[in-house]
C-alpha cells in the first residue's frame, strides 16, 4: 500500500511555475493518444458526462488569489449541486468568496451560463483541522448553485449517479475529465485520463490511487468516472517533478460524504422559492 504522507500537492494553479512537468512512465499511459501525464483532449462537441463537467471558480479571501477547480453536476432531488474537492471550496479553514461554477466550460466560454454558489459543504473535520495526509479521504465537496428560477440539471441534463465503494476496491479504467492549467494546458479546454486505482491507504475510509494519470494543477475537483457514474473526485497527486507521478482520488462510498449529500441536498430544496 503507498504512504501518502509526504510527496503530496494540492492542485494549486498558483504553483504551476514552480516547477516542471513531470512524466508517467510510457507503460502506465493508458488514455489513446496519452500526452506524458496520461492527459488528451476531449472531442468536441462535450455530450453526456462530459457536458456535466465545469470550471470553478472563486478568489481566497485573505490572499485574494483567483482559485480554478473541476467540478461536475451531481444527480440530486434539487437537482442544484456540483461535486468538487473540498480544498476547492475551503482554504485553511476559509471559505472562498465568489464561488461559480461554468458547466461544459470550452475555450474561455460557458455555453450553459455562469452559475453562482449560495451555499457549499464540505466535512467538518476539513473546515476544522489543519491540512495533513490524513484529511485526503475527506477531500470532497458539494456547491449548491443558482441561477434565474431553474435548477442547475434544467440546463443540463441530469446529474452524475455517486458511485459507492468500500475501501480495497479496485476499479479499472476510470475516465478522469478536468481542466489542467500550466505550460501545456490552456485551463479552458475539457481533458481526460484513462487509469486503473488501487488502494491507497490502510486506514479510515480509503483512497483510490492511479499510476496511470499524473494530474496538474488546476485538475483538483474533476470527476473520476466509472460506468456512467462518478466514483470519486481528484484530490491532489505527487508534485510535478516526480517522474512516477500518480493522482489520489478521494472515493464518495463512504459514509461521511453519503451524509454529506443529504444534508446538502436537504438544505437546498428548502431554498426553492414557494
Not at 475555450?107 to 467538518?124: F, S, T
Not at 456547491?143 to 455517486?162: I, N
Not at 501545456?184 to 480509503?206: F, H, I, M, N, W
Request: glycine share 12%.
Amino acid at each position: 500500500m503507498l504512504r501518502l504522507v509526504l510527496s503530496l500537492a494540492l492542485l494549486d494553479p498558483a504553483a504551476v511555475a514552480e516547477v516542471s512537468q513531470g512524466d508517467v512512465a510510457d507503460p502506465h499511459i493508458l488514455t489513446p493518444h496519452g500526452d506524458r501525464l496520461g492527459y488528451a483532449p476531449v472531442p468536441r462537441p462535450y455530450v453526456g458526462p462530459r457536458r456535466l463537467t465545469g470550471v470553478l471558480l472563486g478568489t481566497d479571501p485573505v490572499s485574494n488569489r483567483d482559485v480554478q477547480c473541476g467540478g461536475t453536476v451531481i444527480n440530486s432531488r434539487s437537482r442544484s449541486l456540483v461535486l468538487t474537492a473540498a480544498h476547492c471550496i475551503y482554504r485553511d479553514g476559509r471559505m472562498l468568496k465568489r464561488l461559480t461554477f461554468l458547466p461544459a466550460f470550452d475555450r474561455g466560454r460557458p455555453p450553459l451560463g455562469a452559475w453562482q454558489a449560495v451555499d457549499a459543504w464540505v466535512p467538518p473535520r476539513w473546515r476544522h483541522q489543519p491540512y495533513s495526509a490524513d484529511l485526503l479521504p475527506y477531500d470532497v465537496g458539494l456547491v449548491g448553485v443558482a441561477r434565474g428560477d431553474k435548477p442547475l440539471e434544467a440546463v443540463t441534463g441530469r446529474g452524475l449517479r455517486a458511485m459507492p465503494t468500500r475501501r480495497g476496491t479496485a476499479l479499472r479504467g476510470l475516465e478522469l475529465l478536468g481542466y489542467p492549467v500550466g505550460r501545456r494546458y490552456p485551463g479552458t479546454s475539457l481533458y481526460r485520463c484513462v487509469g486503473d486505482t488501487v488502494e491507497a491507504v490502510k486506514q479510515g475510509p480509503g483512497l483510490m490511487v492511479t499510476h496511470n494519470c499524473h494530474a496538474a494543477a488546476g485538475g483538483s475537483g474533476g470527476p473520476a468516472l466509472y460506468g456512467g457514474a462518478v466514483a470519486g473526485v481528484v484530490s491532489s497527486s505527487s508534485p510535478m517533478k516526480d517522474a512516477q507521478g500518480y493522482t489520489v482520488l478521494t472515493r464518495l462510498g463512504t459514509r461521511p460524504f453519503q451524509e454529506l449529500l443529504a444534508r446538502a441536498d436537504r438544505e437546498m430544496r428548502l431554498r426553492r422559492p414557494g
